[in-house]
């Protein structure tokens, strides 16, 4: 199955930009779609972008245009690049991908999460 392990949080100022990473690692056939949630606090998890192996990619309107996803597919890795930062992007982001197993099953894969705070 997938393993999957997010960097690149941190503390940042409003305007400011930060790049998140996600490498995931595992006993798998495939990864397909792979993305980026987030959850403030008191706050459902939100979609934020996705990219399919294609190289498709959907963004949440709120982050349209500042917020851009890219994958490696070589290197099984994930990136967020998140520009003009505001403080209402403060959240735990995490990482997703979906899979197919060796058995030929689907398999939805979550990182641990990694904490973006915007904030003077």
């Known amino acids: 199955q997938v393993q999957l392990v997010e960097s690149g949080g941190g503390l940042v100022q409003p305007g400011g930009s930060l790049t998140l990473s996600c490498v995931a690692s595992g006993s798998f056939l495939s990864i397909n779609a792979m993305g980026w949630y987030r959850q403030a606090p008191g706050k459902q998890r939100e979609l934020v972008a996705v990219?399919?192996?294609?190289?498709?990619?959907n963004y949440a309107d709120s982050v349209k245009g500042r917020f851009t996803i890219s994958r490696d597919s070589a290197k099984n890795t994930v990136y967020l690049q998140m520009n003009s930062l505001i403080p209402e992007d403060t959240a735990v982001y995490y990482c997703?991908?979906?899979?197919?197993?060796?058995?030929?099953?689907?398999?939805?894969?979550w990182g641990q999460g990694t904490q973006v705070t915007v904030s003077l």
């Open positions: 990219i399919t192996s294609g190289g498709t990619t």
């Open positions: 997703n991908a979906e899979s197919t197993t060796r058995s030929w099953r689907p398999f939805a894969a």
